[in-house]
């Protein structure tokens, strides 16, 4: 059962493509060269807003210990690289974690 971790980040108008740039070039990447036991992927979701941009992060671990081995004991704790709080409004402190119970794919009869 796999386990989801999720995330939230606002950053001003100006500053989202430019976050949006960080996390794909290097943030990512950094997390994806770490080789986590158990680290399956990342998704990246964006809402444009009156007056800010919000960013969501969901990343998939096999378990609860895998998430421990990314980020330690203390693992609700954000994970928010200098680089990416110089881009950020605000964001989180503590991340969230749900069981993945169901996951259903539609697939359309072409």
Known sequence: ?????????????????????????????????????????IELLRRDLEDEVEFITIMTFQSLQNVIDFQGEDYSRCYVPNEAQKLLKRWDQFSSHYEAVECRSYERDT
């Open 1 to 41: 059962m796999a386990v989801k971790r999720i995330w939230h980040g606002w950053t001003t108008l100006e500053n989202a493509d430019n976050y949006r740039k960080l996390l794909h070039d290097e943030v990512f990447p950094g997390i994806e060269a770490k080789r986590i036991p158990g680290y399956m992927s």
